[in-house]
């Protein structure tokens, strides 16, 4: 099995602690130290269910003592795919304390994903709701299972049917290891693939709790606080910025959304006194537009955080007239650097800026494509180091060569530029990302599968912006034959095993992509000029 490690430069590591971004601290002592402040305090809420802080330490310790009677030794990766439920919280405060390592994965990815992180992460369990939103999740283990027979174990919240149910686990304490080291890998995230499916990010107790601590700070999170989990929840920004995790932290109550559609949170909002929640821009959007017809009481919204794609400063300005709270725009990404506007903040910088970092330890370079510093106030590529930036990728030195310079440096893939006060403006991608309502999607993954099709010759997916989407993805389509239909072609694309976000939202039929003289176009050049052809075309037809 690969070794799991995330090693940052010593005399870096050694500031990180000076500084006190690096406590020692690890999930299963902040859990302790928490049910042992607020036994009785409400910790999570989410359909009938309502554990108090004592109650979610404990189910976590007689799972954990589950895991290991299971078969589970520590240093095992587990897939963990649920929604928003709190068996999410208790599953993965379990694994923290049997020392297992959690590898996240959302609740609309399919087969194709699941065996993916499966096999990177060389997996030996596999755990997940039995239903969701229409879906079987059971079906779906057992077409992993065909794949990746190494998995040993699955665990099912819910009826279980031919695999193991989680309210079944039980064990012994005494078998229970010791706690983590707080510089171990505490669990794996994903990272949108610009070639192809994702990376998965190494994540340390250390590093991690100091994302959530200090945003949870940044974001005044107290135990009176209640926080919202609308977005799923194995997404970084519900998870840390501050999310369920930051909330834990600062003793507040989570309440778990099935949905973040307003029909359903609202009623949440009004009946537990949410006081702060994230969404991606096409969620407020909503959100805005059912606020005012809902019979709901939302007056208790102190904070709408809105992240995961750029919130545009038209939109940003509703918010407080509309909603009556302040709005924080949110920036960051699972390899670590989160920006945040700040509560106190002018309105201004509110409504134009997506935030500056958490920590005066946060390196931010802006620079051109040669690699030269930008002028001040001009775009250039985001690069960042700091206490809680990954210096690489899990198992994949293709991607940690691309991603990493030499100094540690890591390249995000975005466009940025920088106002005199450390502020950032996101202008978009330097990649070939598709960032469709805050999922990014590969342009080169979703090539692949079209070109699968016998009758597709060439194809090339293209972002294209939307009003209510941020992005869309538009797959342009050479075909060779017959020509199909473009639903059939979606439908295809679905049938492969896919996450839905990742079908090409439009598909656009052409006779040939420009080429140069001797025959060759690179593939972003190529996406870059359909893009703009399609927009010019556009245009002029409007």
């Known amino acids: 099995m690969k070794p799991l490690a995330q090693v940052w430069p010593a005399a870096f590591a050694e500031r990180y602690r000076a500084r006190g971004y690096w406590r020692g601290e690890t999930f299963t002592r ?8 607020l036994p009785d305090h409400v910790a999570v809420v989410g ?7 004592a109650e979610l330490e404990s189910r976590a310790a007689r799972l954990a003592a589950g895991f ?16 928003n439920i709190p068996e999410f919280l208790s599953v993965v405060f379990a694994l923290f304390r049997a020392r297992l390592i959690p590898v996240y994965a959302l609740p609309a990815h399919r087969s194709v994903e699941i065996v993916h992180f499966a096999r990177t992460a060389q997996a030996r369990g596999y755990i997940i709701a039995a239903r969701h939103d229409g879906f079987d999740y059971r079906t779906l283990a057992g077409q992993v299972l065909a794949e990746v027979p190494e998995i040993a174990h699955v665990v099912v919240v819910g009826e279980a049917g031919p695999f193991t ?6 064990g012994t304490a005494a078998a229970l290891p010791e706690d983590a080291d707080p510089s171990e890998v505490a669990f794996l995230q994903i990272s949108g693939g610009s070639t192809g499916l994702s990376k998965l990010i190494p994540r340390t107790h250390d590093d991690y709790i100091y994302s959530f601590r200090a945003s949870a700070e940044i974001c005044g999170l107290t135990p009176s606080s209640v926080y919202l989990a609308a977005l799923p929840v194995t997404h970084n920004f519900p998870m840390s910025s501050p999310g369920v995790f930051g909330a834990l932290y600062a003793g507040s109550r989570v309440v778990m959304s099935p949905s973040p559609s307003p029909e359903v949170a609202f009623e949440l909002i009004a009946r537990e006194k949410v006081t702060i929640t994230g969404l991606v821009p096409p969620l407020a959007l909503l959100w805005l537009q059912a606020a005012a017809t809902t019979t709901h009481d939302l007056s208790s919204l102190e904070v709408l955080q809105v992240g995961g794609a750029k919130f545009m400063p038209e ?19 699972a390899e670590g650097l989160v920006n945040y506007t700040r509560l106190d903040d002018p309105e201004e910088t509110i409504v134009s800026t997506q935030g500056r970092p958490i920590s005066a330890d946060d390196e931010v370079l802006i620079l051109d494509d040669a690699g030269n510093p930008v002028e001040e106030g001009e775009p250039g590529n985001l690069l960042t180091r700091g206490p809680y930036t990954i210096r690489a990728y899990h198992n994949n030195d ?17 466009v940025v530029k920088r106002t005199p006060e450390g502020y950032l403006v996101v202008q978009g991608r330097a990649s070939d990302h598709i960032n469709r309502a805050g999922e990014k999607i590969s342009a080169e993954e979703i090539e692949d599968h079209l070109l699968s099709h016998p009758s597709v010759f060439d194809a090339a997916v293209v972002s294209l912006p939307d009003e209510y989407l941020g992005e869309r993805s538009c797959a342009f389509v050479i075909a060779q034959g017959e020509k199909p239909k473009a639903a059939a072609l979606k439908a295809w694309v679905r049938g492969r095993g896919l996450a839905d976000f990742k079908v090409p939202d439009q598909v656009v039929f052409v006779d040939a992509f420009e080429t140069t003289a001797v025959g060759k176009v690179s593939r972003k050049e190529l996406r870059a000029s359909l893009r703009r052809r399609f927009l010019e075309t556009a245009d002029m037809e409007g």
């Not at 290991?68 to 929604?83: E, H, K, S, T």
């Not at 509703?318 to 920036?331: E, S």
């Open 30 to 37: 902040m859990l302790r130290e928490r049910a042992q402040r």
């Open 47 to 53: 359909g009938e269910q309502r554990w108090t802080y």
């Open 68 to 83: 290991i009677a299971l078969g589970f030794r520590p240093g095992d990766r587990v897939v963990v795919q649920l929604p």
């Open 165 to 170: 149910a989680l309210d079944a686990l039980s």
């Open 315 to 333: 939109a940003a300005r509703r918010v407080r007239p509309v909603l009556g709270c302040t709005l924080q725009q949110v920036f960051g990404m």
């Open 398 to 414: 293709g991607a940690n060569a691309r991603a990493f310079t030499s100094d540690g440096f890591y390249r995000t893939g975005d």
